[in-house]
């Protein structure tokens, strides 16, 4: 993870949409999930990731969520729910039958 100290970055610059993929990704969810959560597109959720990563010179996800961290983008009310869909794995097997 690479971030850049002497960045100076004004958070006014990111949009609402934008701080909700933040926070989003924060979470651990991947791009897809993002995209359903959102209603918007997959490859939506990627390029604006991308623009996201190069607006704040982060150089992955992680440098991504540490900057935006940093810059008090995200919340710190503790983590968002990830029950969207993806944990129905994780449901089923934590579901056990009555006998």
């Known amino acids: 993870m690479t971030i850049t100290p002497e960045f100076d970055a004004d958070a006014s610059c990111i949009e609402p949409d934008e701080r909700r ?6 979470t651990g969810l991947n791009d897809a999930s993002i995209a359903r959560r959102l209603g918007v597109g997959h490859r939506t959720v990627q390029r ?3 623009r996201l990563m190069e607006r704040l010179q982060a150089n992955g996800r992680v440098a991504l969520g540490a900057r935006a961290q ?3 983008l995200l919340r710190t009310a503790g ?8 944990n129905d794995i994780q449901r089923r097997r934590h579901h056990r039958p009555q006998p």
């Open 21 to 26: 993929i933040l926070a989003l990704l924060y």
């Open 48 to 50: 604006k990731v991308q």
């Open 70 to 72: 940093e810059l008090g």
């Open 79 to 86: 983590p968002a729910s990830r029950d969207d869909g993806d």
